[in-house]
């Protein structure tokens, strides 16, 4: 079970289920790719000030074993709620040259992220927005993405249930 931890400052506590160590698998597919399977690591960690620290790492599955086949997406990135912690922003930079800023409302285990803007180096594929769903469902973390990039709109393009670990 998750414990609250006393030094956390305010306006973290309505993130606060978000912390800690998760690992999982979900699945990945857009049509301009094929469909995986994928497994995800996210560590989620404060240092006593009013943001969240995310650090997630995925890597593509063995369709017949669920080995790990190889490294896929890195994203590096910071949860700021607001001062009165109804609303948040997740900025999110990724090693393939996109920056994303979403921002969106926090309910109670729940936050729905919409980018607010998307920044691309001049070699980036093209990615022009997304959505997140973040939950916290009989204590897994589960969430869905959807974006709109390489010409085709707005659509589904992963899901992921992440277990508390360690």
């Known amino acids: 079970m998750f414990e609250l931890d ?85 900025l999110l930079t990724h090693p393939t040259g996109i920056l994303e800023m979403y921002y969106g409302p926090i309910a109670p285990a729940k936050i729905e992220l919409r980018t607010d803007s998307v920044v691309r180096s001049p070699h980036a594929k093209e990615y022009n927005s997304a959505t997140r769903l973040y939950g916290l469902v009989d204590g897994d973390l589960m969430y869905t993405m959807d974006m709109a990039a390489m010409g085709q709109p707005l659509g589904p393009h992963l899901s992921a249930q992440l277990k508390r670990v360690g």
């Open 6 to 90: 006393v030094n956390l400052p305010e306006r973290l506590r309505p993130l606060a289920w978000l912390i800690g160590r998760w690992e999982g698998a979900g699945v990945l597919g857009y049509p301009t790719i094929e469909s995986r399977h994928f497994g995800q690591e996210i560590i989620c960690s404060h240092d006593g000030r009013g943001f969240l620290e995310w650090q997630s790492r995925a890597w593509l599955l063995d369709s017949d074993t669920g080995e790990r086949v190889k490294p896929s997406a890195i994203e590096l990135g910071f949860w700021r709620p607001s001062e009165d912690g109804t609303d948040v922003e997740l």
